[in-house]
């Protein structure tokens, strides 16, 4: 170890030049593999390319960082190590181009913050790559000094031991600990036994981690062939977006693993849209799938050109990779450091239920809000279905103004009279949806015979296609709205690789805030409230700011919480979405961009699935559930699932809902989309409330035991 002293202005600051750099979007398993396998005592993480970079001592990483047991994922973790350890952007340690001049520390932005990365320098060359870390002396001598004062209250004397002598601070010459540090018997981190090498050798176990490679043999230029490979590499590459795939614990004997894989891109006609088997071999390397189509002969020299490979494991979306490409540019080369994981991980789910069918929905130009690709695929591809399964529609307008329009008269349409106003809107949904849609819709009906499992996956936000009312091209069959025949969920295209089958269970909690005002007052909502605590066990909070952060903000909440249930007022704002607000006691609210903040940690610990049976407040409705506000702030947060209205619902009703939604999710772990479509079905004709419920989530999802 290389070490000097070098005066500053303040204090002394102890400079150290031996250290392992870790890249902290690599998964915790091969962070953790690769901080043990280095012989420095001292870790800089690195994130958002260099960024951002936090010194950290190896033991330090047990004592100070938020990693509660309860909150670890399991044995071979493929989560990124900065989310695992909760890396922010107030925790960073302050960069320098010159230690005998480094800036003071700022903690004016960050005087809430705590970790002892926050006291750091990191000594940069002019390419941003760590040279030195620079430690205040008075800040190493006082954080030894806390750390043999933790170990001794932590480890008592023995009765009748002679009395341990009072402990000094090292000498500031030799502060750090002696021996490697041995994370196994910590007992605060999962045990590696399969940890990976910087270069893969041997056997990499029951958990694979492979990388998404998306790879043009050539420039992209107007008019010319081009043939495209996808491949799932054992190591990251710098300039494709989405890995790491999690396969899930794979069985012990498993040889191959077998994934298809679609490729899409605005700019390029492919030859076919026939998936691509890829093939992840044990120990070896995976058998790519290639593509081949020509290149759009309007597309312009150095316009942005993006590639999006989505992976399925037999017919489910397990998630999606991305790369983007310059026209006419040659594409870049690998330089051997992990790219962004923009679109989220690949997540394989071996024994999860497949939909019938999975429909993408995408938006092609932001400039034209109505313009949508539609992509079609089915579980099997077999006779009778079209012969393309993708189709561009143009709405012809924004469908925000749309939907916007006719929620608002939803919510005041007269029960018992509603159901032709709502089927006249599912009508328009049904003509808005491409012919490839309703081609396919038929020959699946046909194929299996009545109820379908449909998951939509889109980015158009607005309208809901659940409610789409089928008819064939002669009307002389007509079925009811998709949401009532078939069980149907949707999720965020950009979130992609969060979607799980299986959520993880927990308990269940219920949120009811006690209204001071008349106005607000929701008599049936605290009835709820009453019956699921007694019913279901569930356990009450308070409707206030600070109760329901103290929940969000958990890392290790105990029971873990599987279902979190809202009963009160909400209200969605149209024209800034993340503004959308629930109402809680004593006057205060909660804004959906509160729950995006990275503090929120409930959803990554337990993976929770979140109901909020709100309804808005006054006449008429709005957007509630929209994906803008409380489903993508939810999502964004790695929660399990989100179930809302769409617009303003009827007390009673949606009373009624959450008693039979969460018997069925809750307490018999019935599969959430079926539980939902039971309920839509058995009061279609009761009230406008029972068609207001949209599920984003994995179609056949359901809470473990």
């Not at 000094?145 to 170990?151: C, E, F, I, R, Y």
């Not at 329009?405 to 809107?425: M, N």
């Not at 379908?452 to 809901?464: A, G, S």
């Amino acid at each position: 170890m290389s070490m000097m002293t070098e005066p500053a202005l303040e204090v002394d600051v102890l400079w150290i030049e031996h250290f392992v750099v870790v890249d902290g979007s690599e998964p915790t398993r091969v962070a953790f593999a690769r901080i043990k396998k280095h012989p420095a005592d001292w870790v800089v993480i690195s994130r958002n390319g260099g960024e951002y970079l936090y010194v950290f001592r190896k033991d330090e990483l047990l004592h100070w960082m938020p990693l509660p047991p309860g909150a670890l994922v399991s044995h071979g973790s493929v989560v990124p190590f900065e989310i695992e350890l909760g890396l922010r952007e107030e925790l960073q340690s302050t960069k320098t181009t010159h230690r005998g001049s480094q800036p003071p520390i700022d903690r004016s932005w960050r005087s809430e913050a705590r970790a002892p990365s926050i006291d750091r320098w990191v000594e940069v060359d002019e390419a941003g790559e760590p040279k030195a870390i620079g430690i205040p002396d008075i800040s190493m001598r006082g954080l030894v000094l806390d750390l043999v004062l933790d170990d001794l209250e932590a480890s008592p004397e023995p009765a009748g031991a002679a009395p341990a002598p009072a402990p000094s601070a090292p000498p500031v010459a030799s502060p750090l600990p002696t021996g490697p540090l041995s994370i196994e018997d910590t007992g605060a981190f999962p045990v590696i036994d399969e940890e990976p090498p910087e270069e893969p050798e041997g056997d990499e176990g029951t958990r694979p981690v492979r990388f998404p490679s998306i790879e043009p043999d050539r420039p992209i230029v107007a008019g010319q062939r081009i043939t495209i490979k996808v491949d799932l590499l054992r190591r990251a590459t710098s300039h494709t977006e989405g890995g790491p795939i999690d396969t899930g614990a794979l069985p012990k004997d498993w040889k191959t693993l077998d994934l298809s894989v679609m490729l899409s891109s605005a700019a390029i006609d492919l030859d076919d849209e026939e998936p691509r088997r890829i093939t992840i071999a044990r120990n070896a390397a995976s058998t790519p799938a290639t593509f081949s189509g020509t290149v759009h002969r309007d597309v312009p020299a150095g316009a942005q050109i993006e590639i999006t490979a989505a992976f399925f494991h037999g017919c489910r979306f397990c998630g999606s990779a991305r790369r983007e490409l310059v026209a006419g540019e040659v594409p870049e080369a690998d330089t051997g450091k992990p790219g962004s994981a923009g679109i989220g991980a690949v997540a394989v789910d071996i024994g999860a239920e497949q939909p019938h069918v999975t429909v993408f929905i995408e938006r092609l130009d932001k400039s034209r809000p109505g313009l949508l690709r539609w992509r079609v695929e089915p579980c099997e591809r077999f006779d009778g279905l079209p012969s393309t399964l993708r189709e561009d529609v143009d709405l012809g307008q924004d469908p925000a103004a749309v939907a916007g329009a006719l929620f608002k008269r939803f919510a005041t349409l007269v029960p018992g009279q509603h159901r032709p106003s709502i089927e006249g809107f599912g009508d328009e949904l049904w003509n808005l949806a491409p012919r490839t849609f309703h081609d396919a819709y038929w020959a699946l009906y046909a194929r299996y015979g009545g109820r379908l499992r449909i998951q939509f996956v889109c980015d158009e936000p607005h309208l809901p296609w659940e409610l789409m009312r089928p008819s064939s091209e002669d009307e002389r069959a007509i079925h009811p709205p998709l949401a009532l025949e078939h069980s149907v969920a949707r999720w965020i295209d950009r979130y992609s690789g969060d979607m799980r089958n299986s959520l993880p269970g927990g308990s269940l909690v219920s949120i009811a805030p006690k209204y001071s005002s008349a106005r607000l007052s929701l008599r049936m909502a605290q009835e709820e409230h009453e019956r699921i605590v007694e019913r279901l066990g569930a356990k009450s909070v308070r409707g206030t700011r600070e109760a329901l952060f103290a929940l969000l903000e958990d890392e290790d909440p105990m029971p873990p919480v599987g279902v979190l249930h809202f009963a009160g007022h909400g209200q969605f704002a149209a024209d800034v979405a993340a503004a959308s607000s629930i109402k809680l006691e004593n006057g205060e609210t909660l804004l959906a961009s509160e729950v995006k903040r990275r503090e929120v940690r409930l959803g990554r610990v337990c993976r929770t699935l979140v109901f909020f049976n709100a309804c808005e407040v006054g006449a008429t409705g709005s957007v509630f559930g929209e994906v803008g506000g409380w489903a993508d702030a939810f999502l964004d947060r790695k929660f399990g699932g989100f179930i809302a209205p769409l617009w303003a619902v009827e007390e009673a009703d949606s009373a009624k809902v959450a008693a039979e939604l969460l018997d069925g999710i809750y307490a018999r772990r019935a599969p959430i989309g079926e539980t939902l479509r039971s309920i839509r079905t058995k009061y279609a004709d009761k009230s406008p409330t029972y068609f207001s419920y949209l599920y984003y989530g994995d179609v056949t999802a359901r809470l473990a035991r």
